[in-house]
Every structure is written in C-alpha cells, then in structure tokens.
C-alpha cells in the first residue's frame, strides 16, 4: 500500500472537482465519501444531488477562513492531499475497510491526532476500487497549524502495519535514503518532449556518470558544464562554492527560462558536502613493507581495488564508503548496472570516505584512461564487481537495509550479463587450444586437492576444459596450479558462483599474469627493508637478523 503525500495546495475546490469529475479517462466512477473528520456534518455530493461541491469546500475549508479574518498574513498553502492506493493483486477492500484505513493514516500524519477533538477537517473520497484520495485543510479548529514534521515516515510506518492487518501486499519500510520520485507533471512534460527520462533522473545520470571524472567539486560542475549541462552555482561573498543546481537542456518554465534543480532534490546524495566528502579526500600513506609491483594497467588495478572491499567491511563507516566508491567504479564500467545500484549507494550510516580511496582512484583512472581493456583483464574486472556486489548486498541485509539490498541484487543481472559477454571472446580463444588428457586429470587432482567442496561443480563445469588450459599456461610460467586455485577460491567463495569454472578462470588470469614468486628473492627483500628501517630508529639492527637464522641454516643446508 502507498500513500503520496502531495505538495501543499492552495484549492480546495479545484481538488474535490478533480476528485468527483470524470477523471482523465472516465475512470472515476461513483464517487463519494467513505470516511471523515468527527463534525462532517455535510452531506456527500456523490450521493446527494442537492449538495454541492462549493458548500462541502467552504465547510472544509472554514478553520482557514476564520484564522485569515483574524491575522493579517493569510495562509495560501492548506491543501493536504494524499492518494492511498493498494497494490494490484490486492483484494477488492469495502467501503469500511477504507474508512479505517484512512482514519490510521490521518492519525498518523498528525491531521487528526487519535483523541483530539481539535484537528484538522478531512475526508476520504473514493471514485475507483483500488485507491481514495484524503484531502484535508491544514488549520486546526482551534486555529493552529498541525504538526506534520516527517508526516511521511509516519504515514509509511503506518501503511506497513496496515499491510500487515488486512493481510495486503507487504512492501519494504522506508529509510529516508530514496531519491525524489519525478511528479505526474515531469512525466508528462518528459512524454510530451519525447524524452525518455524526467529531467531529475537524466540528471542524476550524467551527474553520476561526471562523479569518476573529477577530483574535486568545482571540477565535477566544469565537467558538467563542458557536457552541456546547465549549472547554477551559489557562492559566498568570498567567491567559496556553498551549493549547486543544475537544469537540464531543454528544460524550461512557462517564460521560457531555464528549470534548475538543486543538488540534494535529484538525488539525496548528490547535495554539495556529500560530494566533496567523496570526492575530495586525501590518498592514506602507504607503508613502506606494502609496497609492490602495481599491476600495469587501469583494468587490472581496479581488480586489485576491488578486493580490498571484500577485506575492510567490518567496520560499518569503511564498509559504506566501500560500497559508496563500488558504485563509482561499476559507473565508470557498467553504467546500465550503476543505474540500479545508485540506492544501494547511500544508507543511513556515515561513510568514511578515505577508506575507499584506492578504489575511488582505480575508478579515476578508468574513466581517464584512452584505451580500451583487453578481453581478460575485462573479464576480471566485471568478475570481481559481481562478486564485490554480492558482498554489498550480503551487508545490507546484515543491517537491514531493505532497499538497498534489493537494489544491490538487481544490479548482480546486469553485470551477470555483462561479465558474460566479456568472457565468451576469453573463453572462445582458450578453448582453441587445451593441455594433454595426462595434463588435464593431473590438473584435476590439484582441482581436487585444493576446492575439495567444490570440485565436483568445477570439474562438471562445461568451462573445465579451458581453465585447464589457464592452469596449464600460469604452470608453464612458474605458478603451482594447486595454489593458484586456493588463492582463487580464498578470494572468492564458490558456493554462490553460477558457474565455478568461469569465476576461476577470470580470477586465475588475474593472479597469473605477473611473473611467479621468487621466495627467496621476497624474503631477501623484507629483510632487507626490515633491518634498514629499524637500524634507522634503533642500534640494535642486528637483533632482527636472528629472525631469519631458521632460513640462513636451511639455505646452508642446501648448498
């Protein structure tokens, strides 16, 4: 059940014409009253030709009239309209089942506070099967103004327990993190001009789709200016950025003037300071013991971001930042799967947005970078952003965050299909070429070895056959295919994976592609860099040296 709470109105008796008229296609039919404020005391148009819709507007409208008289500023905006509409395999509710429902919702915005006998005037109308419309006039008998401070998250909260009494289709609980649906009126106008989307959400859009290309807010309004968005920004008298709207081109009023939107109403995280939160943090320093070969190009890095989320989401401020940067990199990879996961974006926990800076960068550069990927590096990236994606929604349903879980879920389609597209050209040139039947059953023993839960889906997996033949090329560079497995399964668990033989392969090219390690060479290395260091602090840099004695004795045993 929904109930849209509309702006503020100013008519009255414009609002109960559309109420008992025809409706747009004459589908209102016997309109009439189902429910209203204690003091009715008018009859029903609907049902009694001699009353008119003039007389039930003055009656409603009586508490406005009298305070107008009675102070100098009048008040325009007291038209509360809200449509209450079931869901369409809903049953068919009576007349009495409405009249409660409309009570428990006037209640809850506070129109008509339970037990006050001082509230609002209000009915219920209803002229079709599925839905009334509640209009009611916002001065209170006893001239006040009522109270409907988040009116809508009441109204909601109720329509859930209403679901719940009537046996009714049971819809998720807001959150406050929604974007603004677009009006009747934006649909219409975007139908009449032949878009295919409302200006707020083409907007939104090309706003997300500018977030990877910019460093910081002032760059992000030049990129969308440069993109032929109108952009309207409010500064202070020091010249300081303070806020932002943006129109859209094409967009005009009824003088012919542009229409612009302010920031926070095309989406609610796109208002000024949440941007500059996100875009305009500082890269963490890096520990010297951290430092490695970077993978060499932008498809790859973003791979190794990637994995970083699955590593940092126990801490629920870096696990929103987290996923709040995923979606900046699936923009700037799969923007038809960023369209679906910008709610699973935002959330009511604050986000640390300089934990995410790695894989805000690994987006920067894509979406900076003038070539294209090659096919496997591809491959692995959209392999790590659905696995990336699972994790996102698996947290959101550990926070309870219906919707963005949801949204997080429908996002996994688009990039199933997306990774599958790009893994087919992979999969059709391996599959030219596969290692010896000897090979092959020798590499299934080390499948077996190291998944053993798994290795019935992975051998039985029609892609086999070629990550045998990844197997065979990483072990022909040096790599131990028996470890390459338990890194890929250790990244990655394989239970939810639809095919196991595709996710590894995608993932073993990925680990395979740099030259095997060297454990010697490695451990040389962190002694090395160990000993400087500390000698640096403390003379007593030979003390770290004993560390590696186990090692020196076993490389003399060797020799």
């Not at 449509?83 to 809903?90: C, G, L, Q």
């Not at 994995?307 to 700037?332: F, K, P, R, V, Y």
């Not at 960023?338 to 986000?351: K, Y």
Request: proline residues 7%; hydrophobic residues 40%; contains cysteine.
């Amino acid at each position: 059940m929904i109930a849209a709470i509309k702006p503020a109105g100013t008519n009255t008796r414009g609002l109960l014409a559309y109420l008992y008229g025809p409706g747009r296609h004459d589908e209102h039919l016997d309109p009439h009253i189902v429910a209203g404020f204690a003091m009715l005391g008018m009859p029903d148009p609907g049902r009694n030709p001699d009353a008119t819709l003039t007389q039930l507007a003055h009656h409603l409208a009586e508490p406005v009239r009298l305070r107008n008289s009675e102070f100098g500023k009048k008040i325009t905006d007291h038209v509360w309209h809200c449509p209450v509409r079931a869901a369409p395999e809903d049953r068919h509710l009576s007349d009495t089942e409405w009249a409660d429902i409309a009570q428990r919702i006037v209640e809850a915005a506070g129109i008509a506070p339970p037990g006050d006998d001082l509230g609002c005037r209000w009915i219920a109308v209803r002229h079709v099967d599925d839905h009334i419309h509640i209009l009611a006039t916002t001065v209170r008998e006893d001239g006040r103004r009522p109270k409907l401070h988040g009116s809508g998250i009441r109204v909601g909260d109720a329509c859930r327990q209403i679901e719940t009494d009537y046996g009714l289709r049971q819809l998720k609980k807001g959150d406050r993190t929604a974007g603004k649906r677009p009006t009747q009126a934006e649909m219409h106008k975007a139908q009449r001009l032949g878009w295919e989307q409302t200006s707020g959400d083409w907007l939104q859009d090309r706003i997300r789709a500018a977030i990877p290309h910019a460093g910081n807010a002032e760059e992000l309004l030049a990129y969308l200016e440069a993109d032929g968005i109108a952009i309207k920004p409010r500064r202070g008298p020091s010249g300081d950025l303070l806020g932002y709207a943006a129109g859209r081109p094409g967009d005009l009023n009824k003088d012919g003037k542009q229409i612009f939107h302010p920031g926070g109403r095309i989406a609610p995280d796109l208002t000024l300071p949440k941007l500059r939160a996100r875009l305009e943090t500082t890269a963490p320093e890096e520990h010297p013991t951290a430092r490695r070969e970077r993978p060499t190009t932008p498809w790859h890095r973003a791979t190794e971001a990637v994995d970083i989320l699955n590593s940092d989401m126990a801490h629920d401020t870096h696990a929103q930042a987290h996923i709040t940067a995923l979606g900046e990199l699936i923009e700037a990879t799969a923007q038809q799967a960023a369209r679906t996961f910008a709610r699973a974006q935002r959330s009511q926990i604050r986000a640390e947005h300089q934990a995410a800076h790695t894989l805000r960068r690994a987006a920067r550069d894509i979406a900076h970078t003038a070539t294209g990927p090659d096919g496997s590096a591809f491959a692995a990236l959209l392999a790590a952003l659905v696995w990336a994606t699972i994790i996102a929604a698996r947290w959101h349903e550990a926070k309870n965050h219906t919707h963005q879980a949801e949204a997080a879920r429908q996002t996994l389609h688009h990039l199933h299909t997306a990774a599958d597209h790009a893994l087919a050209p992979v999969i059709d040139n391996l599959a030219a070429r596969h290692p010896s039947d000897q090979a092959c059953r020798t590499l299934a023993h080390d499948a077996r070895a190291a998944v053993p839960d798994h290795a019935d889906r992975i051998l039985t997996d029609p892609a086999w056959p070629t990550l045998a033949t990844v197997l065979a090329d990483a072990e022909a560079g040096g790599h131990k295919p028996h470890q390459l497995l338990k890194e890929a399964a250790a990244q990655r668990e394989l239970t939810s994976a639809r095919q196991p033989a595709r996710v590894l392969i995608t993932r073993i090219q990925h680990t395979s592609r740099n030259p095997a390690p060297n454990l010697r060479a490695e451990a040389a290395r962190l002694r090395s860099t160990l000993v400087s260091t500390h000698s640096a602090h403390q003379p007593q840099a030979p003390r770290l040296t004993r560390a590696f004695a186990p090692l020196t004795d076993q490389r003399r045993q060797q020799r």
